[in-house]
């Protein structure tokens, strides 16, 4: 079993931004981010293969936000930038599962908060 724990999240202003961290008790594992804001489903925000070689992104967050990894630390990253009211959600790191052009993981973490106010 994979544990994952988020932190980095927080209170911040339109257009500021925030670095997501996610600790992994395993490594070389492909690791991702989700978001999901109230009412919604949870959607994909973002995902690195298990040596950071390729990436994938939602549209919505294309050249805003940015994935990485440390696998020296087991450890990934979200980057978010200019961040906007529509960004508020809880935002979920994920690892291990199926990366190809798709990412299906196969454990999440218990999220961390991120608000955006205008």
């Known amino acids: 079993q994979v544990q994952l724990v988020e932190s980095g999240g927080g209170l911040v202003q339109a257009g500021e931004s925030l670095r997501l961290s996610c600790a992994a008790t395993?490594?070389?594992?492909?690791m991702g981010w989700f978001r999901q804001a109230p009412g919604k489903e949870r959607e994909f925000q973002a995902a690195?293969?298990?040596?950071?070689?390729?990436?994938h992104y939602a549209d919505s967050v294309k050249g805003r936000f940015t994935i990485s990894r440390d696998n020296a630390k087991n450890a990934a990253y979200l980057q978010m930038n200019s961040l906007k009211p529509e960004d508020t959600a809880v935002y979920y790191c994920a690892a291990g599962g199926y990366f190809s052009t798709s990412y299906y993981p196969g454990y999440w973490g218990r999220g961390t908060q991120v608000t955006v106010s205008s």
């Open positions: 395993a490594s070389s594992l492909p």
């Open positions: 690195i293969n298990w040596n950071g070689a390729d990436t």
